[in-house]
């Protein structure tokens, strides 16, 4: 694979203004393999090792997961949090300029990476993956606005088969109306109001390598890995200097690195 995408530090001016009017932008092979590799290694290490901070399919009763941790595939990861401590590999990526140029761009010139959310490698996997509604990342966060851009680093192949993301396009403009949204904050299905809007759905399936850029409040879902192979993705959140998290929430528990 070439690593033609890292020549250019930024976007051109036409992804900007689609990232902007769509609320989603995939970079396509942005990263170069050796990164993929060390990646991947670092995701088989500590997968086979069941090591770290794990969140686990089992404790958020998605449609499709196992009923519970001592059921069978219960203690199936869905992903490895916190995976900055896991290896420096993940530190140095993000100060990579091909992120970090691009990342700019869309936030301005200070550009901090909160630890609290997303900071994870999501590992679904085939025979106890689950159904992930349809969601705002911005639901259960704290900060001053919802203005944080997520990145989700395909270390795989990504379809429909194995759960890739879908996004709704333009969704990413304002929080959704609260009686369009279940309890637990997912955009209801079931709901006449919601069907212009869920028919608008478009699959982002990624290459190993392709870098989705999607703005936090940017509704999305995902379906259940139906392949035969671990879906890999290494996802991170970022902020500008000027949109702290809010003070005493879950957002301000954990140190953030300031990249820039
Ligand atoms: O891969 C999935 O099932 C979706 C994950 C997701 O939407 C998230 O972590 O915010």
């Not at 396009?169 to 869920?198: C, I, M, V």
Request: glycine share 6%; aromatic share 8%.
């Amino acid at each position: 694979m070439s690593d033609a995408a890292t020549e250019s530090v930024t976007f051109s001016k036409d992804d900007v203004i689609r990232f902007l009017r769509d609320g989603f932008f995939v970079a396509r092979r942005l990263i170069p393999r050796d990164y993929l590799e060390t990646m991947k290694r670092i995701t088989q290490r500590d997968l086979s090792a069941d090591q770290g901070d794990i969140e686990y399919e089992a404790e958020l009763h998605y449609p499709g997961a196992p009923s519970s941790l001592d059921a069978e595939g219960g203690r199936t990861a869905r992903r490895l949090r916190q995976a900055i401590s896991r290896d420096p590999v993940f530190s140095r990526l993000v100060k990579e300029p091909f992120l970090l140029g691009r990342l700019q761009q869309l936030l301005g010139p200070h550009v901090v990476m909160p630890l609290a959310h997303h900071n994870c490698i999501m590992t679904k996997q085939p025979r106890f993956s689950s159904d992930t509604g349809w969601h705002q990342d911005t639901r259960y966060w704290s900060f001053l606005t919802g203005e944080l851009v997520n990145i989700w680093i395909a270390l795989g192949p990504e379809t429909m088969q194995n759960g890739c993301l879908q996004v709704l396009p333009g969704s990413h403009t304002s929080a959704a109306p609260k009686e369009r949204l279940d309890q637990a904050l997912f955009l209801r299905t079931d709901l006449a109001e919601n069907q212009p809007l869920l028919k608008t759905a478009q699959p982002v399936e990624l290459q190993p390598g392709d870098v989705l850029f999607f703005h936090a409040r940017c509704f999305h879902a995902a379906t259940r890995n139906l392949s035969s192979e671990t879906k890999q993705s290494v996802v991170f959140t970022f902020r500008s200097l000027d949109n702290p998290p809010l003070p005493g929430s879950r957002s301000a528990e954990l140190p953030e690195l300031l990249l820039s």
